[in-house]
């Protein structure tokens, strides 16, 4: 699977057969995978989404967004609205 580099976080980035690129987690830095490792520990899920895994470019984003989802309440954690 070829793999780039992102310049400012050095994060490798696989672009293969995909239109975003993403970090995927055996080849992330500490900090991308103690982030993933919250997430599944926060939302109990056993994978991260794809998204979650292009956020992880830009490790700022990444916690952003995982605090976001984290602060959104309930209606978020089960999916749907209410």
Request: aromatic content about 4%.
């Amino acid at each position: 699977m070829p793999s780039t580099k992102d310049e400012k976080d050095h994060q490798p980035i696989s672009t293969t057969s995909r239109n975003l690129p993403v970090v995927e987690e055996v080849n992330a830095s500490p900090k991308i995978q103690n982030l993933f490792e919250q997430f599944r520990v926060s939302f109990g899920r056993a994978e991260v989404p794809g998204i979650l895994k292009c956020f992880a470019t830009h490790p700022p984003l990444l916690e952003h967004m995982i605090g976001l989802a984290k602060n959104s309440g309930p209606r978020l954690h089960r999916g749907g609205s209410s």
